[in-house]
């Protein structure tokens, strides 16, 4: 644990995630703890030692690195979760396109990850000019409409930062890696641009058809099928 210890030491805090599981499994927010050799973790305090051997334990290895500061204007709406937009592209004879897009935001309830829709964030369709008209949650078997974050008042609607330079790199990305057909990027907006979270090669589309049947669209639908 000595390892992981320098390393919050040097960063004073980092996020850990394993590389396999999905919707947030196995991601730890990590910091110095107040006694000696020990870390905080998800808020829990821990021996360095117990958390590497916890780490190592599960089977999968995993990546460690600094904390993504998400743009001032999310930060305020739920500062404990990072906002996860995700922009879905694929590879097209005529290159690479932007199917669909949507965001989840952190909110009451949830880990130290935006996670599922279902498990609790607050999510919206993201429209091809970057605009979120309005976000919902799953509340006691229902889905309830909001212009401002449910928990803090805050608007999150409206333009997101930096949208155009994130469509631009992520079809530039995806034209790199062109013989990948399907690529779900996962991007946090910043106050000086963007940061990847992570790549989904594989990604559900179960979200976006909440908000209009992806089939309907006459290109969308060849793809698919």
């Not at 996020?15 to 829990?44: A, D, H, Y």
């Not at 946090?188 to 990847?196: H, M, N, Q, S």
């Amino acid at each position: 644990g000595g390892g992981v210890f320098s390393i919050v030491e040097k960063l004073g805090r980092v996020v850990v995630k394993r590389l396999g599981g999905s919707g947030g499994e196995g991601f730890s927010r990590v910091e110095l703890g107040e006694r000696t050799g020990s870390l905080v973790v998800n808020g829990i305090e821990i021996a360095a030692d117990d958390y590497y051997s916890t780490l190592i334990s599960s089977g999968s290895e995993f990546v460690m690195t600094e904390e993504v500061r998400q743009c001032h204007k999310y930060q305020q709406a739920w500062p404990d979760v990072c906002h996860c937009i995700r922009i879905q592209t694929a590879s097209t004879p005529s290159g690479s396109r932007i199917l669909f897009n949507f965001v989840r935001f952190g909110g009451a309830g949830q880990d130290w990850c935006t996670g599922h829709t279902l498990g609790g964030s607050v999510f919206g369709e993201v429209d091809s000019q970057g605009s979120i008209e309005a976000v919902y949650r799953f509340e006691d078997g229902a889905v309830r409409r909001y212009s401002e974050h449910p928990d803090t008042g805050v608007r999150i609607t409206g333009k997101v930062p930096n949208w155009n330079l994130i469509c631009e790199k992520c079809l530039e990305m995806h034209e790199y890696l062109s013989d990948l057909d399907y690529l779900g990027w996962d991007i946090a907006a910043t106050d000086e641009g963007f940061t990847i979270l992570e790549v989904n090669s594989l990604s559900a589309i179960s979200p976006v058809q909440f908000f209009h049947p992806i089939r309907r669209d006459e290109e969308l639908n060849r793809f698919f099928s």
